[in-house]
Structures are given as C-alpha cells and as structure tokens.
T-cell receptor
Framework: GDSVTQMEGPVTLSEEAFLTINCTYTATGYPSLFWYVQYPGEGLQLLLKATKADDKGSNKGFEATYRKETTSFHLEKGSVQVSDSAVYFCALISGYQLIWGAGTKLIIKP | DADVTQTPRNRITKTGKRIMLECSQTKGHDRMYWYRQDPGLGLQLIYYSFDVKDINKGEISDGYSVSRQAQAKFSLSLESAIPNQTALYFC???????????FGPGTRLTVL
C-alpha cells in the first residue's frame, strides 16, 4: 500500500540556519503531496501542497518540490526562526484518505 | 471563529465508560473525518463520511462508532473506553472538489 517515510527527529537547529526535512513516498500513480505543521498545543495546519510532478509548493518561507524520479517531497527553508519550532508531517492523498509520515519535531534555538 | 471546532478539548475518563467527542464545521464541506494521533505514529483514520447518509470505516475503526447528525456535525463515540484508546483525536473536513483536509484543534483523551 501507499506509504510515507520522513526523517526522524528531533531536528535541532540554531536560528537563521538552513532547514531540510526529508520525505519520501511510495504510491501507485501520482498523488497530491502535503506538508502539515503542528505547533505546540495546537491542531494541524496545512503548510503547503503540490499536486503534480515538478510542482513547487511554498508558504511562509517554506518550499517543497514534487520529485517523481526520486519519489520525494523534501521540506526546505532558507533561514529558520524560533517560531518555526513545531512538528512537521508529510502526507499524501490516496483516494479519499491522507497517508501520514510519523512526523519530525523541529527545535530552533535562539 | 474557528472553521472546525471540537469538544471537549481535554477529557479524562475511566475504563468502561462511554465517551462522545463532537466535531462541528462552518466550512460547508460535505466530507468529514476522524483521526487518531499517537506519538511517533502520525495520524490514523478511524471513520469518514462523504455526506450525511454515507459512513465508512477507516483503518482502525474497532472500538469506535460515529454519527453524522447533519452536514456540519460528526461525532465519535467510544462505547466502552479502554486505556489504549488514550490519544489525541482530530476531526477534519474537506470539499469534494479538492483533496485538502482542514483540521480541528484536537481532543486529548486519557483513559485510566
């Protein structure tokens, strides 16, 4: 079945560092791909999405490109802030159902 | 006001008790979902509903039931709660024309 694998956390960075959180997927066809973010004590928010190969989703300085050849959707940000500390989830849509990665906790130190 | 609301936000209960978690949405979406989140496991789908008369089991429906009282309301029940149902529960909604799901703030349930 379809699945999503993302890098284990926690990932700890200093403020203004470059961020990459790896996400790879296994799926039949070419599903839409998502990054959701969960800030401490809050629910899940859609961060960005891409619906087809080579699409780039972007929001709040974060970017991810749908790479069909490597079945990847890595999340990047050029300069992280303390306020970016959260848990980040990669997901794909399989029919009606979202298939989730386990989440990566990001800790940004001032 | 939030588009997707869940009540209660936190609940502590005892083994064997019946619990109902409620979800309401003002987004006008037809589709609603209940997920469970356990640490390190991402989210797992419990039940989903594509309209008021359509209810479907997800991957982990055992021990749970749902009711879609109206387009805007979708409730999750634990008939006889057990400790391994301790988790964070999320409701989500989506429109039939897009694949993006919108989540409520979650209900933290503890079963003692």
């Amino acid at each position: 079945g379809d699945s999503v694998t993302q890098m284990e956390g926690p990932v700890t960075l200093s403020e203004e560092a470059f961020l990459t959180i790896n996400c790879t997927y296994t799926a039949t066809g070419y599903p839409s791909l998502f990054w959701y973010v969960q800030y401490p004590g809050e629910g899940l928010q859609l961060l960005l999405k891409a619906t087809k190969a080579d699409d780039k989703g972007s929001n709040k300085g974060f970017e991810a490109t749908y790479r069909k050849e490597t079945t990847s959707f890595h999340l990047e940000k050029g300069s992280v802030q303390v306020s970016d500390s959260a848990v980040y989830f990669c997901a794909l849509i399989s029919g009606y159902q979202l298939i989730w990665g386990a989440g990566t906790k990001l800790i940004i130190k001032p | 006001d939030a588009d997707v609301t869940q009540t209660p936000r936190n609940r502590i209960t005892k083994t064997g008790k019946r619990i109902m978690l409620e979800c309401s949405q003002t987004k006008g979406h037809d589709r609603m979902y209940w997920y469970r989140q356990d640490p390190g496991l991402g989210l797992q789908l419990i039940y989903y509903s594509f309209d008021v008369k359509d209810i479907n089991k997800g991957e982990i429906s055992d021990g749970y039931s749902v009711s879609r009282q109206a387009q805007a309301k979708f409730s999750l029940s634990l008939e006889s709660a057990i400790p391994n149902q301790t988790a964070l529960y999320f409701c989500a909604t989506s429109d039939q024309n897009t694949d993006t799901q919108y989540f409520g703030p979650g209900t933290r349930l503890t079963v003692l």
